[in-house]
């Protein structure tokens, strides 16, 4: 297969160095020696996929502390894609070169609610049964995890199981079950692995709906198939598996440098942020823990930056004693420091003065909102103060361009918040006239609100196509010379919406669009919106049911057997507080706000230093 | 001081880009610890430059780089980089180089090319004769105008066949760079003009680079 990709295939794609592996620091273990054989399969191009941290986590803690073997796919772009048809080659691992049938699982992860037809069409090229009910013994098992699989029903018909929750916390246990039971058929090795906190298989679940086509129940069929799937999550941090030695790709990819996870979760709850729920509670990694992660990371891969992810970096309690260190150890060898974004406030602008020592970053600011009401409704808790405090230090030391973030059709938005955003866009541009001596550059990017499920405005309705398309048209007319608007496509937002907040219905809907050639719909230039549409005809399934509809407090929603950790009633108290506009405190300053993660789950935050 | 270093790009790395070869190079030398130094400025990188192109699909015998950096045995820097390297790519020998010297891009012009060939009866002794018997070779031009035809008969010093047990070798020796560059699939081109199809050639890398003084051929490391 590889002398033949080599020679006959290759050659007449783009971007060949996508499939041909063999990359610094790939692990390819021996296929008879090890236990379970599972492919990891990310659906996204090979740039795209190989920038994610969860899947070098997975990659390295199961080859390098388990039996198994993991190896990986991702999704050919449609040039390759179509050779592969003709040429009758299956999708394959970038390790053995092996089809992906030949693996006992096959593993994706779902970071992003479209890439669901992306998933079919990878199964289908690996001929693999993509209904989770046709497969037959000798298929793989298909399952998925990720952050999208806290709602995992409108999916629910694919894949055989769902790991919901920290994959390093879970994913060992489940491949050491399906070894031990290698002798059960495939339903009973399944019913085992349900009996394992964060398993979700699908198949086991009935669901019954109320004339409305809301939910009337949900019920597992079988014993000892529990109700409701608790996610898993790594308690200590520090002492969690994190690779030292990532992969490092030959072609360039989208974060082409080493990256440490400074912490997971985020305690600022913003009502809009679905990460901000599900990954509760914040837990640090410490300094010191990170320094050497960094030094490891950095002989073993010859990067020439470091990037510190986490959902709020700058909040994270090391983070100055942190990066003054890094700049101050590899600076001079012309590594980096970077950050992905930055909070809204001048400290932030400090610490980014210390990493621009060593290299230039882009200056991304994310207000969310044009008006504090609005802020306050949405409780990102910033005031137009911190935000031109920041934009002043910021174009005062040297910064030349500032991009902002914003979203439409927020929940009680008003003509004066969009005309808010303007102002604000002039504001920090007339900032940036007096304090910087070249014209400065100011750009905003205005996303479609999308309602997300365990959030507290997943009883709101999203706006809809039509409602957008006027808030953009208003925003353009009054546009601001030299600021540059881009507008996220509503359409796209809108599908996003309807999977969101969806249920197993949804399906037979997306097995269709898939069939009328649907397929990396996260890219422009490949998203079909009639044939979706069309797709929904056929099923007789109206997309504003679950994007349009405002919910009832008391409707049963499709994931509401996801036990996060975040009670429900959390959940519709914030709600209640954004309708009235009042904002809620963080917890780590303002004490425990009983969201439930941390009694129900035994766990605690975990900040390393002191404030 | 500044080094030249000599060095193999395996199969396995043939679909590289020019740009990725120079990430892997730089990060090789990051990781090796070699004492490199860096441009001044708010985007400090390596002083390393690299010769001529590969093009993406093939793989090359002989390529080259140049860097500069603190003192440092050319031995040392050698087992040091060739620790870190992917199994496919090696340095193969390296020296120091006066300061003045003339960088690659500037001096290289003329490239050697390997074509291996399935034996198939085709008499290939008398095809090189023909091409080189030719007033001009015509083929689409493949660089920057398509749409025009280009002589690449100037640019062909010297075409030979080795014959192995699997296959025959054709080598041809062309210039590249100014005044006229012969790209290695304008020579797969004329090759199919002359009755060697496509579909013959099972294989195709670069040999080496060369420095063409006069009708003598050197490399990158014996004139510097």
Known sequence: MKERLFKDILPRVTKPARYVGGELNMIKKDWQQSQIKMVFAFPDVYEIGMSHIGSKILYGLVNEQSNHLIE?????????ESLMREEGIPLYSLESFAPLNSF???GFSLQYELSITNVLNMLDLADIPLWAQERQESDPLVIAGGPVVFNPEPFAGFFDAFLIGDGEELLVEFLDCLEQNRGLDRKARLLKAAAIEGVYIPAFYSVEYKQDKTILKMCPEYPGVSERVRKRLVKDLDNSYYPDKPIVPFMEIVHDRA?????????????FCHAGTVYRPVREKSVAVLKKQAEDQLQSTGYDEISLASLSTLDY?????LVKDLVRTYGERGIGVSLPSLRVDAFSIDLANEVQKVRKTTLTL???AGTQRLRDVINKNISDEDLFQAVEAAFGSGWNSVKLYFMLGLPTETEADLHGIMELLARVKTIGNRLSRRPVEVRASLACFVPKAHTPFQWRPQNSIAQLEEKRRYLMSRKIKSVKLSFHDSQTSMLEGVMARGDRRLAEVIYKAWQRGCKFDGWSEYFKFEQWMASFDECHIDPAFY???HRAYDEVFPWDFVDTGVRKSYLSDENEMASIGLSTPDCRQAGCLDCGICIDFGVDLDIKEEA | MRLRAEYRVGPDLKFLANLDMMHLMERALRRARIPYLLTEGFNPHIRLSMGTILPVGLWGEKEYFDLEMDNMPGEDFMIRMNDVLPPNMRIRQCQEIKAGTPSLMKVVNAAAYAFMIKKNGLELGSVIAEILGQEESLVRSRGKNKSVLKDLRPGIHNLTVESKDEADIITALV???????VRFDEVLELFANNGVEKELILDFWRRGNYIKNGENFYSPLELV
């Open chain 2, 175 to 181: 210039s590249v760079n100014e005044p006229l560059n």
């Open chain 1, 259 to 271: 990256v440490l996870e400074v912490m997971r979760g985020c305690q600022r709850a913003c009502r």
């Open chain 1, 317 to 321: 309690s090391g983070v100055t004693p």
């Open chain 1, 104 to 106: 006992d699982v096959v």
């Open chain 1, 366 to 368: 994310a207000p969310e």
């Open chain 1, 72 to 80: 990986r796919t991702f999704a050919p772009w449609p040039d390759m």
């Open chain 1, 547 to 549: 994007v349009e509809r």
